[in-house]
């Protein structure tokens, strides 16, 4: 999933996919179609996963800095993807998030399509994965 830029499609394949197209008039998330209830934005296949997930949520921004810092950032993603990727939040059994400026130097082998898509076009994104999550019969320490 692609936010932020307007010029990228974006999936998320996690047993269901959704198209995301963030509303270009604010810096907010287009919105949803589901239950019923139509909001722009995104197109929406299959039902909600119940496992427990991973969620990633990466934003290349420009500048020195980053503007938004990364709660502020992850909350309102968070609550978007409930009915669409996965039944409720409370499934994120692990979570990673990066603040990485698009100036920088990578490197882009076997990135995803989309992601390289959206570095294409050259202005700031977030990058949304999500996955099944992690076993957790190993601890982090």
Partial sequence: MIVGNRDATAR???????????????????????????????????APVRDRIKLVVINYYAGPIAVLDDDNMVKPIRDVLIGLVYVDDGQIADMATRQTSIDGTFRVRLWPLVLLQAFAVGRPFVYVKVELGPDHAELLT
């Fill in 12 to 46: 998320i394949h996690c047993r269901r996919t959704a198209s995301l197209a963030p509303d270009p008039q604010s810096s907010q998330l287009a919105g949803v179609e589901t239950a019923g209830t139509r909001r722009r934005g995104i197109r929406v296949e299959g």
